[in-house]
């Protein structure tokens, strides 16, 4: 729960991110691309009964993100390690 309480300021500042659901070690965060308005969802999970948080970022439409998604879980991984 430590490191979720670490990401939320982080998830908060990041442009055209914002926090849909949070409470309980549960953070749903939705991002807008700049270009075409595009919606990915991020979730965040503290997993208490393995001590592991768990991160998952997707696109709503398309095929592919361009790795947008997989940038934005190693930008998370490193605000953590930091």
Do not use: C, W
């Amino acid at each position: 729960e430590a490191a979720l309480a670490a990401l939320v300021p982080v998830v908060e500042s990041t442009a055209r991110t914002t926090i849909e659901e949070q409470g309980d070690g549960y953070l749903h965060a939705t991002s807008t691309s700049a270009l075409f308005g595009f919606v990915d969802d991020l979730e965040l999970y503290a997993d208490a009964a393995h001590g592991m948080l768990q991160a998952r970022s997707v696109s709503r439409l398309g095929d592919s993100d361009l790795g947008v998604n997989s940038q934005r879980l190693k930008a998370l991984e490193q605000q953590l390690k930091g």
